[in-house]
């Protein structure tokens, strides 16, 4: 019994002790790939920071004192040339610690050549800096060179450049040269270039004559043969050697001022009509690109009441019936009571579909008012091309060549619903009260 316990217990412990190495070479395993994987790690940390040695730096910095900042450029036609202008930017001018009788803020620098890049080139003659683009606030073709050469021979060069932005709005000259509209000197904003583009954004948001067309929106319109498009146009009013001078922002009433103007009509890239400002809201109702706009619309007896457009929808749709094509627009908008000078009881539920009965007439008379002037210019400008291609792909294909013809044939539907949200701090116009009609 003694020789039987002591074996089993040598056997016992011969087990333990092989467990015990085993769980020993487990702990060294362990051990050495921590210690694999702590290297590894300094590896691939001492790899990152000498690759970073390389990074760090401004290596491709410029200092702003070797930049010839450009805010906008307009390019017009010059015998078979074209002329860029440049409005680059004076920096010490617009300092807020910089005195008001010193420089202008801005210079103009023009130049020439057969494409873009050439006149660009040509400009280092005379800037002293290196051009730097990416802060172009705004580009203004020419009337005159968007009629003869068409806008796709510029866009190219904007497209193209890996050094300009996409976030700048494209207009028109109207009536005037491009190079003429940014010499004017602006008051309230120093630099022109930033005058422009915010009066642009601002009418487009809240008149809705014009529109805000970024360079990739241009592009993809001209695209579309069949489809025309449109830009807002821009002019100035007064003296143009008055408008050049400082003197012009020192009056408290500007000699010479620059606004924006109704819609250019574009097809194939080149420039063939202008629409006026009734036109080219109906044009921006019927894109469903209208913000807000104001609508006055005459009293039921005497008078004229305005509704302020504070959102509005709308759809274009195709139908082709026996082998004819028609066209429907509908319009959604709500609105407010902005104004008024009728005797008119606005607590009446009566009333408020009568006037809202009276602004959607005046709606539908404005699309319609559009429509015609796109016809009489055999522009698409709506976009009834893309929506026939997109429903009817077989019918489109066979009508592509004669677009133009089906386009001023086709007609057209305009609807509007308007529901007024609501009628201001006077439910009742004091004109009642005080026995007008």
Excluded at 406 to 427: N, Y
């Amino acid at each position: 019994m003694i020789g039987r316990t002591s074996f089993g217990r040598g056997k016992h412990r011969i087990v333990k002790i092989k467990i015990y190495k085993g769980r020993q070479k487990e702990r060294k395993i362990k051990r050495g790939q921590e210690v694999a994987k702590i290297r590894r790690g300094i590896w691939i940390i001492l790899i990152f920071l000498i690759v970073s040695l390389g990074l760090t730096g401004c290596w491709s910095s410029r200092e702003l004192n070797e930049l010839a900042i450009i805010v906008a450029a307009g390019l017009d036609k010059s015998d078979d040339e074209v002329l860029l202008s440049l409005q680059v930017i004076s920096p010490g001018e617009i300092s807020p610690q910089r005195s008001a009788a010193g420089r202008a803020p801005i210079v103009t620098y023009r130049g020439t050549g057969k494409t873009v890049l050439e006149a660009v080139r040509d400009m280092t003659k005379k800037i002293p800096r290196r051009s730097y683009w990416s802060h172009l606030r705004i580009v203004i073709i020419g009337e005159e060179l968007a009629k003869e050469d068409g806008v796709t021979k510029v866009l190219d060069f904007l497209a193209r450049d890996h050094e300009i932005r996409g976030d700048f709005y494209i207009v028109l000259s109207h009536g005037v040269r491009a190079e003429e509209v940014l010499g004017v000197m602006t008051p309230i904003d120093k630099i022109p270039a930033q005058k422009m583009f915010a009066s642009l954004k601002t009418s487009a948001e809240s008149w809705g004559s014009t529109q805000t067309v970024y360079l990739s929106d241009l592009i993809s319109d001209l695209v579309s043969t069949e489809k025309g498009t449109t830009l807002s146009g821009i002019h100035f009013q007064g003296d143009l050697s008055t408008g050049e001078k400082r003197e012009n922002v020192e009056s408290s009433d500007p000699a010479t001022i620059v606004e924006y103007v109704g819609l250019g009509v574009l097809k194939k890239g080149k420039l063939i009509g202008w629409l006026n400002q009734e036109e080219s809201k109906g044009i921006t109702f019927a894109k469903d690109q209208m913000k807000s706009t104001i609508i006055s619309a005459p009293c039921p007896k005497q008078g004229v009441m305005a509704m302020e457009v504070i959102k509005a929808r709308s759809t274009v749709d195709v139908q082709l019936k026996e082998g004819k094509l028609s066209g429907k627009i509908h319009v959604y908008a709500d609105g407010s009571i902005a104004e008024t000078d009728c005797a008119i009881d606005l607590a009446k539920l009566s009333t408020i579909h009568q006037v809202e009965k009276r602004m959607a007439m005046e709606i539908i008379r404005m699309i319609e008012s559009s429509i015609g002037a796109a016809k009489g210019l055999k522009a698409d400008v709506i976009g009834f091309s893309d929506k026939t291609y997109k429903k009817y792909p077989k019918y489109f294909k066979e009508v592509k060549e004669d677009w133009d013809e089906i386009f001023t044939k086709m007609d057209v539907e305009v609807t509007a619903d308007v529901h007024l949200r609501r009628t201001g701090t006077e439910v009742n116009p004091f004109l009642q009260e005080m026995g007008g009609s």
